[in-house]
């Protein structure tokens, strides 16, 4: 018999989601652009140009509603609107409030991040999330922003993924603490920016240090944002993986997520609206740690293993240590097979219809991301979006798993 197709609920957030400095371009003021510009850069390539989303954001909004998604999920640039210390651009407040008003014209909601990794540089040369002092200049920003932005925000997250740097660590990706904090290409940033220290989320921040500064800083901007202009929810969002354990490993999974995902779900538990579930993959772990998976298992363009199951496993961890209801604000792949990409995706959503039958409270699902657009370290090589984008001339091309997605999106079926 075949199976009748599951509706999703008639208020449910459809969308697609990127970040500034991933798309924007010319971020030159941030501590990212910094470092991508150093000589001992660990950057494959600059950002430059990214996708000129900083001033084609009208008719990219407008496309994004065309495929039939009712939600964009997008950061503001802390570096635009505090370029020096104390020193708030209105022009920058007001493009922000440009973007704003243009999804509403196209009825998306708008689910703002006030921080997505980048910074001001001149944070970084405070020695930005390591310093726990510098938690007030985010707060202070978000204070500042939501006064003349909240009226048109339709949600918003606080910090983008505080915990991932703790996570890519566990994942054997990036260096110690140690090791980043004596790193060359940190030296250089400190150079450049005519400091004795630079400290910049994720790459160059001892994570150890900043865990307990986030924590902090995430607290103080959720009271800013709250007391500030308009009405919606606000949350964190957290790079949650799906934590397996096979027969002896329950302690070292236990362990992992006492020290990467419950201590920030701890204080999202503190009077949050909501938490963010950003997943990707799985994490197996036996009696002596991390198990990696069969040489042979499917991997994305990233290296981890292809595993969309692993977005139901997480929303249920959140949901149920939190009690809060889950926005899935980032799930996807990188790939150049958009074939797989639609697979990845149909395999997730069953995951988040399983969840809403089960009666947890789930929000919206957000796809990550709206272009193939710059992935950090990796540069461009990485293709996670449902648009493709031709950077030499700008040409915004949708792939058949964007109006895949946003036919679902239109109809609320799966």
Request: proline share 4%; glycine share 10%; hydrophobic share 40%.
């Amino acid at each position: 018999m075949e199976q009748q197709a599951f509706k999703f609920p008639d208020n449910f957030w459809w969308g697609v989601a990127g970040a500034a400095h991933q798309v924007e371009g010319g971020n030159v003021n941030s501590d990212c652009w910094v470092l991508e510009h150093v000589p001992e850069s660990s950057y494959a390539e600059v950002s430059g140009d990214a996708c000129d989303h900083f001033h084609r954001y009208p008719e990219d909004i407008a496309q994004v509603a065309d495929l039939g998604y009712n939600t964009y999920r997008f950061s503001i640039e802390w570096a635009r609107i505090e370029p020096e210390e104390g020193e708030f651009s209105i022009a920058a407040l007001e493009h922000y409030r440009r973007m704003l008003a243009t999804c509403h014209v196209y009825n998306l909601k708008p689910i703002v991040t006030f921080h997505h990794f980048t910074s001001p540089r001149w944070f970084a040369a405070k020695g930005g999330w390591e310093v726990m002092d510098n938690a007030k200049y985010f707060a202070r920003y978000c204070e500042r922003a939501t006064a003349h932005l909240g009226d048109l925000i339709g949600a918003a997250c606080t910090i983008n993924e505080p915990n991932v740097g703790l996570l890519i660590q566990d994942l054997g990706f990036t260096p110690t603490d140690e090791q980043i904090a004596s790193a060359p290409f940190r030296k250089a940033a400190a150079k450049a920016v005519g400091s004795d220290q630079f400290s910049a989320f994720p790459g160059c921040c001892q994570h150890g240090l900043a865990r307990d500064v986030f924590l902090k800083a995430h607290r103080m901007a959720f009271d800013a944002i709250k007391s500030g202009r308009g009405d919606f929810p606000v949350g964190m969002t957290l790079a949650l993986e799906d934590r397996q354990a096979i027969p002896g490993g329950e302690a070292q999974r236990d362990k992992a997520r006492r020290g990467i995902d419950d201590v920030f779900l701890d204080v999202a538990k503190q009077g949050d609206d909501f938490i963010g579930v950003q997943t990707y993959t799985r994490s197996v772990y036996g009696p002596e740690g991390r198990v990696w998976p069969d040489e042979n298992a499917e991997r994305t363009q990233m290296g981890y293993e292809f595993y969309p199951e692993a977005l139901e496993g997480a929303i249920r961890y959140a949901a149920g240590y939190t009690g809060l209801p889950v926005i899935v604000t980032e799930n996807g792949i990188g790939t150049d097979d958009d074939t797989r990409r639609i697979e990845y995706v149909r395999r997730a959503l069953q995951g988040v219809r399983n969840c809403l039958m089960d009666g947890i409270d789930v929000r919206g699902y957000c796809y990550w991301s709206v272009f193939d657009n710059f992935e950090w370290s990796f540069g461009y090589r990485i293709r996670f979006g449902l648009i493709d984008v031709d950077r030499s001339t700008q040409k915004r091309a949708p792939k058949p798993s964007a109006t895949w997605l946003g036919e679902i999106a239109r109809a609320g079926k799966l």
